[in-house]
């Protein structure tokens, strides 16, 4: 193990129990990987040996999308910073050890600048003010950044002034987006946008592949072990050149066009969200790529037609959400019977679930079980496994 793999203090971060967004940083990070790599070999050990976990180098600031809330207090000073866990109240942090520096950094230089261009901080119970969260997203490929302010009103007075100011302070700052939300809730974003400056979107590079990143697109947010998951999954697919190549839960098609862009002969993608499957057909677009088509909807009833079709794809991706699969996709599955499935987990025990039915209703041998450290500091564990049918 690396040095900067040791010298994580415990519970170093002052705000650590407050935020409860690193739950395992009362260990040192190899000590979390050992927890990690522990219980994926208690819940997969029975379907294959697993392998060593992929943790990260310097496992700090890998988050590409960060957001924070504003408030103001009793004593009219703006505050910046996390939810407690399981509350509303907004703990004011200035940096976090898992999020990208830059990012920090233009959170605290708009709060800084806020009262010089006579701006509020939204209060929900009062419902008035302006600014209510921020989020900035980084590629940390391009250097291309995009700030989102949320505000509760729409009206945003000087906001060309802001604008230039903030991106003369931080040139990497490609587009400025306001989104607004007057509603009560959770989420951070509401539905109407307005792009202040640049394109309304940002791009990022993965795996040699160009991605598009709007305000509301899901993206991976560690890209430094996206790339080392996303080559292990195209490794075990073993792509000669001519298979027909599915890519289910793909999101915003990102596994894919890897795939399409490193050997695969036709690729399929499917997905339930509609936004997400435009960005897809976006970026395949994007990257010139003519043997690739996207589906909207379930991935269980995509895979049921498909199963039903004469000509059977050769490699399935996986990756579903952290509900895991269900039957009707797993039983389509084995029926369709691919030559190889890749399993692209993001909780470990639906993982250990649904490679039980796998293993219980088909003949596939589990081959390869490959954790890799995506949330340094988390409790969340990836996995990618490979699967392979026994041929008669
Ligand atoms: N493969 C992508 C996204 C994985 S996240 C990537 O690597 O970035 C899981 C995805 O599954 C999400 O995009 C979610 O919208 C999608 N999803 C959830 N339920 C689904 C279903 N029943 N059918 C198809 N897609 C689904």
């Known amino acids: 193990m690396s040095n900067t793999k040791e010298n994580i203090k415990r519970g170093s971060c002052p705000v650590y129990k407050k935020c409860g967004g690193c739950q395992l940083q009362n260990l040192t990070y190899t000590e979390q990987l050992n927890f990690k790599q522990k219980k994926v070999e208690k819940l997969l050990s029975k379907f294959c040996k697993a392998d060593k976990i992929i943790g990260m180098n310097t496992p700090y600031h890998y988050r590409n999308k960060v957001q924070a809330a504003f408030r103001t207090d009793k004593n009219g000073k703006i505050i910046s910073g996390v939810y407690q866990s399981g509350t509303h109240h907004i703990v004011g942090i200035d940096e976090c050890m898992t999020e990208d520096v830059t990012a920090d950094k233009i959170i605290v230089a708009v709060r ?39 505000t509760g009103t729409p009206v945003f007075p000087s906001k060309n002034n802001f604008v230039k100011a903030i991106t003369k302070q931080f040139p990497e700052i490609k587009t400025v987006v306001q989104n607004i939300n007057p509603y009560r809730t959770n989420l951070v974003l509401g539905d109407v946008q307005k792009v202040l400056y640049g394109k309304g979107y940002i791009e990022d590079i993965l795996c040699g592949c160009k991605f598009r990143i709007s305000p509301k697109s899901f993206y991976q947010i560690n890209p430094v072990q996206t790339e080392v998951l996303y080559n292990k999954a195209i490794e075990f697919a073993n792509l000669k050149g001519k298979e027909t190549v599915l890519d289910t839960y793909c999101g915003i098609g990102t596994i894919g066009i890897v795939a399409a862009k490193h050997g695969a002969g036709e690729v399929i993608g499917v997905e339930l969200n509609k936004d997400a499957v435009k960005d897809a057909v976006q970026n ?89 450290d995506m949330f340094p500091h988390t409790a969340h564990i990836e996995t990618v496994c490979l699967l392979s049918r026994k041929d008669k």
């Open 112 to 150: 800084k600048m806020l009262k010089s261009f006579k701006l509020t901080t939204y209060d929900e119970d009062k419902q008035r003010g302006f600014l209510r969260h921020i989020l900035v997203k980084r590629g940390f490929a391009t250097n291309e950044v995009m700030l989102v302010l949320v």
């Open 284 to 372: 395949a677009r994007a990257n010139n790529l003519k043997n690739i088509r996207f589906y909207q909807g379930d991935a269980g009833e995509f895979m049921e037609a498909v199963a039903e079709e004469s000509e059977k794809p050769d490699v399935v991706f996986m990756d579903p959400p952290r509900a895991g699969s269900d039957e009707k996709f797993l039983s389509s599955l084995i029926k369709m019977s691919p030559k190889t499935v890749v399993y692209i987990s993001c909780n470990p025990e639906t993982l250990a679930r649904d490679l039980a039915y796998i293993d219980k209703n088909s003949t596939y041998k589990i081959l390869k079980i490959q954790p890799v």
